[in-house]
């Protein structure tokens, strides 16, 4: 049970707000105007790239001692809230570079970290995180890639799927199966680089939404990786790509309420300007109650988020429920909120001229990745509060 000295923990403090302004605008400015284009040419969001490594907001999680903004949970929060409420599939640059390198942080070597993540700091490097295959989804550690040793290497072979920004990034933390007779113990977490001889990647995958973002196959075939590429101990992959999940499901939280705030903003906007029956539609009572349940939904969705950023931040025992939850929730209303977006623009909202179109298309992949909601629902049932 949250006491109140929980809740100001998650409250956002100053500097959150300065951070929230600042990003706001760079969004505005350098990734909103491109985010229609980047829909239709189901092309990598570059200007967003280069607009947030210029800004130094593309990997904000990682520590300073790694030359990384250093930024809490919260604050990273923000950060991908504020790039999705303009465009998802930028959001996901922030959102997966943690999502990648978070194994590394989490249970990587001194010497893995300081090799990998000042690269990710400086924007010279994207992570990806591949633990998913085609015939193991929700059950991830049906997994069959393998991992065999041989002297002072790692031998990888397998098909890693559904891996957002591969190709696009040079880093990938790779769960491989290291003893197949221990199933999830027998599973270990490696650092592969994109220019690993025996890497290559499927052609990308034709989505409803964010078509800006990658999605590939990722081949191993033969990957010769040195052995101190293992992230954390033999056999404890499958642990740190949970514990990873834990904290990285309040980032897809964080994109889910982006999305959401940008179809309300948008649609706030919409019923003062368009008129039937000779006034604004917003001056309906049926549309401006359609209004305030977005509006409460959107805040329930923000201050589950932001209370699960609080958890993550201080690791504490209920993270795993939280994340799960925050995640589930916030992508629900974000469904919600987006479909009552296109509704109230009617059949204009229906058409890519306007952007809630795109918002509800990209708002579905947030009840599907880093677990669907019926996942997330096993989950929240099995660390019940
Ligand atoms: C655009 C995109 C990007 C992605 N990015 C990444 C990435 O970067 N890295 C990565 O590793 N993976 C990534 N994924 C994979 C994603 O996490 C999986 O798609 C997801 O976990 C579901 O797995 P699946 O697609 O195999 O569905 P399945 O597991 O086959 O599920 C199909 C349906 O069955 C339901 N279901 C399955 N098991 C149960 C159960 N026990 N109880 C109730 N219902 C159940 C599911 O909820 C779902 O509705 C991405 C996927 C997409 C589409």
């Not at 959401?260 to 919409?270: E, F, P, V, W």
């Not at 009572?285 to 939904?297: I, R």
């Not at 987006?338 to 009840?367: C, F, H, N, S, W």
Request: charged letters at 25%; aromatic letters at 8%.
């Amino acid at each position: 049970m949250a006491g109140s000295a929980d809740f100001d923990l998650y409250r956002p403090a100053e500097e959150h707000d300065m951070l929230r302004e600042s990003v706001r605008s760079l969004a505005e400015a350098k990734i909103l105007p491109f985010a229609a284009a980047v829909d239709e040419e189901s092309r990598f969001p570059q200007e967003a790239l280069d607009a947030l490594v210029s800004s130094d907001l593309h990997a904000v999680h990682v520590p300073e001692t790694y030359g990384g903004a250093g930024a809490d949970a919260l604050a990273t929060v923000i950060v991908i809230e504020e790039v999705a409420r303009v465009c998802a599939s930028s959001s996901l640059i922030p959102a997966v570079n943690k999502l990648g390198s978070l194994p590394v942080i989490l249970s990587g070597s001194e010497e893995l970290k300081a090799k990998y993540l000042g690269p990710l700091a400086k924007g010279d490097a994207m992570f990806s995180y591949a633990l998913s295959e085609p015939d193991a989804g929700s059950d991830a550690a049906g997994m069959k890639t393998r991992a065999v040793r041989d002297g002072d290497f790692w031998v990888l072979n397998g098909v890693k799927r559904w891996i957002t920004n591969a190709g696009v990034s040079e880093y990938y933390t790779v769960m491989a199966v290291t003893d197949p007779e221990k199933r999830s113990k027998g599973i270990s977490a490696f650092v592969v680089e994109k220019s690993d001889e025996g890497v290559s990647f499927g052609a990308p995958e034709k989505k409803l939404g964010i078509k800006g973002s990658p999605t590939r196959e990722v081949y191993l075939d033969n990957v010769r990786i040195p052995a101190d590429r293992m992230i954390g101990a033999e056999g404890t992959g499958f642990a740190t790509a949970m514990k990873t999940l834990d904290h990285t499901r309040i980032t897809i939280a964080a994109q889910a309420l982006g999305i959401a705030q940008g179809a309300l903003d948008y649609a706030k906007g919409y019923v003062q300007e368009r008129k039937q029956f000779g006034k604004p539609i917003g001056d309906f009572q049926g549309v401006q109650f359609m209004l305030a349940d977005m509006a409460m939904k959107v805040s329930a969705a923000r201050a589950l988020t932001y209370q699960a950023a609080a958890a993550s931040e201080r690791g504490d025992a209920d993270l795993t429920y939280l994340g799960a939850a925050a995640k589930c929730f916030a992508s629900d209303i974000a469904m919600e909120v987006t479909t009552d977006a296109v509704q109230l623009l009617g059949g204009y909202g229906y058409t890519r001229d306007y952007p809630v179109e795109r918002m509800m298309r990209d708002a579905k992949i947030t009840q599907i990745y880093e677990g669907t909601n019926q996942v997330q629902r096993i989950v929240m049932a099995r660390n019940l509060p």
